[in-house]
């Protein structure tokens, strides 16, 4: 099983990324997915959710400004990140789950900055 996220970088405040994270050796549409990610001398927090049904979730920091979304045709999923903010600099990890079942990827960096 292997998560593969991609699309990080450095952008100014203001600005906007769109992250992926591509799935491979699973039975994608049975899994829930997650966006996490870990601020240096943070712990890692849940950024937003989408189930195996498509509903979505977000937490209140990043409300209005991310979008969570998926592909099950292509082993997928999406998060857009509008209105980028300092404060969203992390390393954000894609995570798979379906119980038992659990599985992340290797993480791809954000840096928010002028």
């Known amino acids: 099983v292997q998560l593969v996220e991609s699309g990080g970088g450095l952008v100014q405040p203001g600005g906007s990324l769109r992250l992926s994270c591509a799935a491979s050796?699973?039975?994608?549409?049975?899994?829930?997915m997650a966006w996490y990610r870990q601020a240096p001398g943070k712990q890692r927090e849940l950024v937003a959710t989408?189930?195996?049904?498509?509903?979505?979730s977000l937490v209140d920091s990043v409300k209005g400004r991310f979008t969570i979304s998926r592909d099950n045709a292509k082993d997928t999923v999406y998060l857009q990140m509008n209105s980028l903010k300092p404060e969203d600099t992390a390393v954000y990890y894609c995570?798979?789950?379906?119980?038992?079942?659990?599985?992340w990827g290797q993480g791809t960096q954000v840096t928010v900055s002028s």
């Open positions: 995570n798979a789950h379906w119980v038992p079942y659990d599985y």
């Open positions: 050796a699973v039975i994608f549409r049975v899994y829930d």
């Open positions: 989408i189930t195996s049904s498509g509903s979505a």
